[in-house]
């Protein structure tokens, strides 16, 4: 999954940005290390010296080229890592996690219904709810949610599905364990279906 852009939140800021910056103090520290080990042991022994050299450097060489996404995998919220996505696999394989419910038209997922809706996703932004969010809505939130915001293309839905629920350029799904929850009435539509064309109760 590549993070192409992060956004900080008011939690602990999760984001590739932070990765980068945390993947360069490692360097750092891990060269300093070797720094003064070298100085301490060089006069002392040459063989050990050269070999602990060596090994030293190579420790700095193989923490130094792990891909920045490898470090940010760790930096997650409740399992999600933070961020925003724009590459087409990663959108792809989120809207194929998503069940529909309204399965009588033979969609399983939203990655299956959209095309069919004339509707594409273009970005989706992955970041933590905060204890003010849960405080302020506590019938639709609890601690541990993940806010996941979608944003379609900007060119309009076919006139068939405008007339029918009327799509935003964005929607939001609330992620809780396993389950999707609708937070708006677009996201109400394209996961339950044509009768749900409201905000969700």
């Not at 070797?34 to 060489?61: C, P």
């Not at 677009?186 to 279906?193: E, Q």
Request: net charge positive.
């Amino acid at each position: 999954m590549r993070v192409v852009r992060g956004e900080k939140t008011k939690l602990s800021p999760v984001n590739i940005v932070q990765a980068k910056v945390e993947h360069s103090l490692l360097c750092l520290a891990v060269g300093q290390v070797t720094l003064n080990l070298t100085v301490t042991i060089h006069g002392e022994d040459f063989n050990w010296y050269q070999t602990l050299k060596r090994w030293a450097f190579s420790m700095v060489l193989a923490v130094c080229v792990l891909p920045v996404p490898v470090v940010a995998a760790s930096l997650s919220i409740g399992g999600e890592l933070a961020g925003t996505y724009v590459d087409a696999e990663t959108i792809n394989t989120v809207l194929s996690s998503i069940p529909v419910a309204d399965r009588s038209m033979g969609y399983k997922s939203l990655a299956e219904r959209l095309p069919q809706l004339g509707v594409k996703v273009i970005s989706i932004n992955v970041g933590p709810f905060t204890n003010d969010d849960v405080r302020l809505d506590p019938q639709h939130l609890k601690p541990g949610d993940v806010d996941y915001k979608f944003t379609m293309a900007p060119a309009p839905a076919p006139a068939a599905v405008s007339a029918i629920c009327p799509l935003s350029g964005t929607f939001g799904l609330t992620k809780r364990g396993s389950k999707w929850l609708p937070q708006d009435r677009t996201s109400n539509f394209l996961i339950n279906g044509y009768s749900k064309c409201a905000p969700p109760q």
